[in-house]
């Protein structure tokens, strides 16, 4: 209302100064300069208003009715001279007076939406569904166009994605961590927008994730706060000065209207300068609001910052309180039995007992397998029934025949860790919710490994495939779950963290002259980290693609493995897969950190149909049960149990034929009649010393050996981690921040071109591995890295020239 007066006043004040004008043109008519002083009155009168409108920022709602209300009802040589000067800017909005003002909304809007074929199942195949892709990097589906907004079917986030498509086919595959989504074009233009859509999404939410990040590591603490704020208000008294300075400019710019207007004019000009009076007076009012909002604003962020402080000290207070009852409860817990028992050979039902800490599984059980989690199983007391029942220490693996150059001489073990101790919870206190990968961490809390190098570590029993190469499908399938299980022994004291692999790093470990086997490892992916495997022995194949999600929880950090394993035959031609569980670190605040692998895991022959179905048993207080226990089943084709699985992921693992299974009703138990155990797997004694080196086995003291041969890519190449292994963390925790900010400069540098790509329409081309390459599972569907070959031979000749540099 005060500016709708004020340009009631101009317009009323020009309309006389016309009317003036005219009757002196009339009686002077030579006279040019009494003709502009209307004009020019009016300009000092207009650009006041303006100057008012700009001078002060709490106007700024004011700023554009005044300009509505200009454009729509004023003069037109008003509106003229309202338009001659460029509406300030505010905040991030930019409006010119031509431009119509807007307000977008916050929250994310639709980049692109569609209709595309989606893969359902076997029966139904293809069907037609509504995608939409929205600005945050979302892609979302529905049944229909009017399903947008409350029916979503489906969804999956880009920054954690990979997108492969067939231009042969207009097929398009966007493979996430634990889901893929399996689409077709209807045309190969359709195919590319699509394409060219989702990969300009996908990167920038990955640029903005890198961006947040970096906000996250450079985050402001109180006291910047607070000195924003006091920023703030020694601006706002600036304001005031401000306001004073105009008002004195404002009188003498009336005083010169007054002299140059008609006496018509004067009762006008008596309005204007009375409505402007009342706009400093609320201008000034406004700055003594704000001031007093500030003020109120920094004392409510000090009080928040102390209930902060005194939280996390009641948190502390409660994890000690905690870890006390913990050792108690410990201390109280029986002597550790036998591994056969009567306790033992009875399995409890613990599924209601069990909840995966992060609300995903692994595997799913039907209602027949938890029959066996709950049945009785009777076993002869008789001695072992044969087999293989020596210990593993005592196995030799199958060495090949064409081992050239006889058993190397390997080192037997490593720098001892140095002394030292820094508190993980002031580490990681500000990382909770985070990815465990984009946590920064110091090398005090590494071991000299990388996390390819502890990947290799699961073939430590690869003996166990060697031995099932020639069993019938159902005894090799036990085979496969006692590997799967052993995969799991050395987490038992293994409290501190791989090196994270840059991409394009690589892995080699050649051990056919003593162990059979030799396995490549490749970093191919970094959004989200990926790892690709491929290990190889006499008769059987192993290959892998380790992905990761990790959250750091305050009391407890979880990790879960979201790729599939898959172990082959070449003799039988059968092919497992099974997906791995999640391990749990506790005690992160305060304590002694102890680690827990729980979950259930399904193992499938793809060519026979058979299953076994492994459940590892979480820990819990108040359970009477062996901590770190494992029982399964394996059922053949038709669902009929054969074996009986039994054992402890850090000790043994044991299988039982099933020779007899009665299935009772709820209220009872089921009882499995079973042979006698026989012992598969039985865990090496601990490596002398090992409490020292990391608590190392033998092979893992043996993977960071240097080796001259091995690629320049080869994790035993990595400067810091060779530096931690000698001892030397301060210099190894500077060159770790050196290599990780160079690969960050590379990432953005692949982005921000990639970006510019998708911006001038053309396709960017997506990192390519250097020793696998995407390939579509025939079994699972889903996209998967396989082993492209050519590695051993260019290491025969030493021919590396296709290797990026990475340290």
């Known amino acids: 209302m005060v500016l709708y007066g004020i340009t009631s006043a101009c317009e009323t004040a020009f309309r006389a100064m016309q009317c003036a004008k005219r009757k002196h043109v009339a009686t002077h008519p030579t006279s040019s300069s009494v003709s502009r002083r209307p004009f020019s009155s009016l300009t000092l009168t207009v650009h006041l208003v303006r100057l008012i409108c700009i001078a002060s920022p709490y106007m700024m709602p004011w700023r554009f009715v005044a300009h509505l209300f200009i454009r729509s009802f004023v003069h037109p040589q008003i509106r003229h001279l309202w338009s001659s000067v460029t509406m300030p800017k505010s905040g991030s909005t930019s409006s010119h007076c031509d431009e119509p003002l807007t307000c977008l909304p916050r929250s994310a809007h639709i980049e692109k939406a569609g209709f595309l074929q989606k893969w359902t199942n076997y029966l139904k195949g293809y069907r037609q569904r509504w995608f939409v892709l929205d600005s945050n990097g979302i892609l979302s589906y529905y049944r229909g166009r009017e399903e947008v907004g409350h029916a979503c079917r489906g969804s999956l986030n880009l920054q954690e994605s990979q997108i492969h498509t067939d231009p042969a086919t207009c097929n398009l595959t966007i493979s996430a961590s634990s889901q893929a989504f399996h689409l077709k074009a209807q045309n190969e233009v359709d195919r590319q927008e699509w394409l060219n859509a989702l990969e300009y999404a996908r990167h920038r939410a990955i640029k903005k994730a890198d961006s947040d990040e970096d906000d996250d590591n450079a985050a402001s603490t109180i006291s910047d706060v607070r000195n924003i704020l006091e920023g703030l208000s020694t601006a706002m008294?600036?304001?005031?000065?401000?306001?004073?300075?105009?008002?004195?400019?404002?009188?003498?710019?009336?005083?010169?209207?007054?002299?140059?207007?008609?006496?018509?004019?004067?009762?006008?000009?008596?309005?204007?300068?009375?409505?402007?009076?009342?706009?400093?007076?609320?201008?000034?009012?406004?700055?003594?609001?704000?001031?007093?909002?500030?003020?109120?604003?920094?004392?409510?962020?000090?009080?928040?910052?102390?209930?902060?402080?005194?939280?996390?000290?009641?948190?502390?207070?409660?994890?000690?309180?905690?870890?006390?009852?913990?050792?108690?409860?410990?201390?109280?817990?029986?002597?550790?039995?036998?591994?056969?028992?009567?306790?033992?050979?009875?399995?409890?039902?613990?599924?209601?007992?069990?909840?995966?800490?992060?609300?995903?599984?692994?595997?799913?059980?039907?209602?027949?397998?938890?029959?066996?989690?709950?049945?009785?199983?009777?076993?002869?007391?008789?001695?072992?029934?044969?087999?293989?029942?020596?210990?593993?220490?005592?196995?030799?693996?199958?060495?090949?025949?064409?081992?050239?150059?006889?058993?190397?001489?390997?080192?037997?073990?490593?720098?001892?860790?140095?002394?030292?101790?820094?508190?993980?919870?002031?580490?990681?206190?500000n990382c909770i919710g985070k990815e465990l990968t984009k946590i920064p961490m110091p090398v005090n809390f590494n071991e000299p490994l990388s996390v390819l190098q502890r990947i290799t570590e699961d073939l430590e029993y690869a003996y166990l495939l060697d031995r099932a190469a020639d069993k019938d499908p159902l005894l090799q399938m036990c085979y496969v779950a006692a590997y799967a299980v052993s995969c799991y022994s050395t987490t038992g004291n293994r409290t501190t963290k791989p090196f994270n692999p840059l991409l394009g790093e690589t892995y080699e470990c050649d051990r056919t002259d003593d162990l059979g086997w030799r396995s490549i490892t490749e970093q191919v992916s970094h959004h989200p980290p990926a790892t690709a495997h491929h290990a190889e022995g006499t008769d059987?194949?192993?290959?892998?693609?380790?992905?990761?999600?990790?959250?750091?929880?305050?009391?407890?950090?979880?990790?879960?493995?979201?790729?599939?394993?898959?172990?082959?035959?070449?003799?039988?031609?059968?092919?497992y897969s099974y997906r791995k569980i999640t391990t749990t670190v506790h005690n992160i605040i305060v304590g002694k950190l102890w680690i827990d692998n729980h979950g259930e895991m399904v193992i499938e022959n793809?060519?026979?149909?058979?299953?076994?179905?492994?459940?590892?048993?979480?820990?819990?207080?108040?359970?009477?049960?062996?901590?770190r226990k494992v029982t399964g089943v394996v059922k053949d084709a038709n669902g009929v149990a054969r074996y009986c699985i039994q054992g402890y992921w850090d000790k043994s693992i044991d299988v039982m034929e099933v020779t007899k299974y009665e299935q009772h009703d709820k209220q009872s138990k089921s009882v499995i009649e079973t042979n006698s155990p026989r012992r598969l797997w039985t865990i090496n004694p601990p490596y002398p010393n090992n409490e020292k080196m990391y608590y190392f086995t033998k092979l893992a003291i043996e993977l960071n050996e240097e080796d001259d041969t091995v690629a320049p890519t080869d994790s035993r190449r990595r400067p810091d981690q060779r530096l931690m292994e000698q001892g030397n963390w301060d210099e190894a925790n500077n060159i770790k921040n050196e290599v990780e900010e160079r690969q960050r400069i590379a990432r953005k540098k692949r982005d921000a071109e990639a970006e510019q790509a998708m911006v001038k329409g053309l396709a960017y081309p997506e990192y390519a591995p250097l020793w696998f390459e995407k390939a579509q599972d025939e079994h699972t569907g889903s996209v998967i890295h396989v082993y492209k070959g050519n590695y051993w031979e260019c290491k025969n000749n030493q021919d590396w020239s296709m290797c990026p540099t990475l340290f």
């Open 237 to 429: 008294d600036q304001s005031s000065t401000d306001v004073r300075s105009l008002e004195t400019q404002i009188k003498k710019i009336l005083h010169e209207i007054s002299k140059t207007a008609g006496s018509k004019a004067e009762d006008k000009i008596q309005i204007l300068k009375q409505l402007i009076d009342q706009l400093i007076v609320k201008s000034s009012e406004a700055v003594v609001t704000t001031k007093k909002e500030t003020r109120s604003l920094v004392k409510y962020i000090s009080n928040e910052h102390e209930q902060r402080v005194r939280l996390q000290e009641q948190i502390e207070t409660l994890a000690k309180q905690h870890s006390k009852l913990e050792r108690a409860a410990f201390n109280s817990t029986s002597t550790e039995q036998p591994p056969f028992t009567d306790s033992d050979e009875e399995f409890h039902d613990a599924v209601d007992e069990f909840h995966d800490v992060d609300g995903s599984q692994q595997g799913s059980i039907d209602e027949h397998d938890r029959d066996f989690f709950t049945a009785e199983i009777v076993t002869p007391r008789d001695s072992w029934a044969g087999g293989d029942t020596h210990p593993a220490s005592q196995m030799t693996a199958v060495v090949p025949a064409n081992a050239k150059h006889g058993i190397k001489q390997r080192r037997g073990a490593i720098p001892e860790r140095p002394q030292g101790s820094i508190s993980l919870w002031s580490i990681m206190r």
């Open 540 to 575: 059987w194949s192993m290959f892998q693609d380790f992905y990761m999600t990790s959250r750091f929880r305050g009391k407890y950090l979880s990790v879960t493995p979201t790729g599939l394993t898959h172990v082959s035959f070449k003799n039988s031609g059968n092919v």
């Open 606 to 627: 793809h060519k026979t149909g058979d299953k076994c179905t492994l459940k590892f048993h979480a820990y819990s207080y108040f359970s009477s049960e062996k901590p």
